[in-house]
């Protein structure tokens, strides 16, 4: 798993927003972001997957935490 700015480099090197996180543009329905330039139909595909994504994320105020997948209660040791 990367970021999405990895995985859709090809818009973030074009997007105004690039120090802003996911959930301060998101409205519920839309990310509100701008474009250095128009996309074509092929940036536009990607756009709409990154809507997608963020579409199936559940933004709280609570911190992000760390979980380790390997251990059944979540927390690497060695």
Same mark, same amino acid.
């Given at each position: 798993?990367?970021?999405?700015?990895?995985?859709?480099?090809?818009?973030?090197?074009?997007?105004?927003?690039?120090?802003?996180?996911?959930?301060?543009?998101?409205?519920?329905t839309?990310?509100?972001?701008?474009?250095?330039?128009?996309?074509?139909?092929?940036?536009?595909?990607?756009?709409?997957?990154?809507? *997608?994504?963020?579409?199936?994320?559940?933004?709280?105020?609570?911190e992000?935490?760390?979980?380790? *997948?390997?251990?059944t209660?979540?927390?690497?040791?060695?």
């Amino acid at each position: 798993m990367s970021s999405l700015a990895v995985q859709f480099w090809d818009l973030y090197v074009i997007i105004n927003e690039k120090a802003s996180i996911i959930a301060d543009l998101w409205d519920g329905t839309d990310l509100k972001c701008t474009f250095r330039r128009t996309v074509d139909s092929n940036l536009n595909r990607m756009w709409l997957e990154v809507i *997608q994504i963020a579409s199936t994320i559940s933004f709280t105020d609570e911190e992000d935490t760390l979980i380790w *997948q390997f251990t059944t209660n979540g927390v690497y040791s060695s």
